[in-house]
């Protein structure tokens, strides 16, 4: 989705036409993975643990089910954030070689 709406940002910028739509869903997008860690985040409170040296393991990192490919994948701004709150990111997925 990410490369989707790029492309349809870039084509409305070049015909001139305002997409306040598109650029919503694109900041949406953007703020996810930390609404996500912020979830993984208050789970751990909840039991008296913090992010700080934790692994937490991530399931899959393919762009989509069943596949290798890493461009553009989620899981990567996901990572970002744990290693920016002081957690291990640990990973696993069959379609993606270490």
Known sequence: MPNDLTILQQ????????TPLLDGTAKLLKQLP???VDKVEQKLNNL?????KIEVLIIGLGFKIGSHDLTETPARYVISE??????I???FDSCVEK
Do not use: C, M, Y
């Open 11 to 18: 084509t409305g910028d070049k015909l001139g036409i305002d």
């Open 34 to 36: 930390g609404v996500l």
């Open 48 to 52: 008296d643990l913090t992010l700080n």
């Open 82 to 87: 744990l290693i920016d709150r002081g957690a």
């Open 89 to 91: 990111p640990i990973f």
